[in-house]
């Protein structure tokens, strides 16, 4: 069976407790292609039930609930099901698993969470903040994963007293950091105008790239390697490659 939710922890916990004696679910906060005869369940987010879940989960291991919030934010098609099984794995054995790489559910569950943290590791380099004329700073971004928060205390930590945000188009959200405060925001298209002084840093990250660019293919590839095309939409310095 199919069990679908909405993405919300709350929601994929709620989703653990109605699918765990369901030793063929498949669970999805997407899309599912579905075979003919195959039956469907739309489980409906409960509080209650899913904080019952995470008290017991907890009681096993401590830090588990961090697993989870890795786990929901990668951009993987098969997070889900992914997060399933290794919570299952996790209740089955009443204690912590995060150490058997040897088991396929939770060697799944550690390539998801590598993902992610290696995305944060990349954006605290790839992030490419432009002045607005309001004085603070805005960056926009298309991760794979959804760590557009996690990126936040890495910034706030080297200019705490200047606001900014960084926007995640792909996902129409945002993280905003008001000088004092960090909140999320949903966020569908950033209207800005950008100052001159924004502007003189986008020339000079074009002029950066262009002086560390040189013609020779190994050394594109290796340019390539460091910095994925796939990033390359909102980099500056990247706009005439």
């Not at 019952?52 to 098609?77: I, N, P, T, V």
């Not at 590791?121 to 794979?144: K, M, N, Q, T």
């Not at 013609?215 to 490659?241: G, K």
């Amino acid at each position: 069976m199919i069990y679908f939710y909405d993405g919300s922890k709350t929601g994929f916990l709620t989703s653990l407790v109605r699918s765990y004696d369901d030793g063929e679910a498949f669970l999805t906060s997407g899309n599912a292609q579905l075979s003919l005869g195959q039956k469907t369940v739309f489980v409906r987010p409960s509080p209650a039930v899913a904080a019952k879940a995470e008290e017991r989960l907890l009681s096993f291991d401590k830090d588990c609930m961090a697993d989870l919030d890795y786990l929901l934010r990668c951009g993987s098609s098969d997070k889900d099901n992914v997060a399933l099984f290794y919570f299952r794995f996790l209740a089955m054995k009443r204690g912590p698993v995060r150490k058997m790489s040897g088991e396929n559910a939770v060697f799944a569950a550690q390539t998801n969470m590598r993902r992610v943290t290696l995305e944060v590791h990349r954006f605290h380099g790839f992030v490419r903040f432009l002045e607005s004329e309001s004085g603070a700073l805005y960056s926009p971004i298309s991760p794979d994963n959804d760590i557009c928060d996690l990126l936040v205390p890495h910034f706030r930590a080297r200019m705490p007293e200047i606001p900014f945000v960084i926007h995640d188009v792909k996902r129409a959200r945002a993280a905003v950091y008001d000088g004092e405060h960090t909140f999320a925001a949903p966020l569908e298209k950033a209207e800005s105008a950008i100052s001159a002084n924004g502007k003189q840093w986008q020339t000079l990250w074009g002029r950066f790239f262009e002086g560390v660019k040189l013609p020779e293919r190994d050394r594109l590839r290796t340019l390539r390697s460091s910095m994925p095309v796939r990033y390359w939409d909102f980099l500056p310095e990247a706009e005439n490659s």
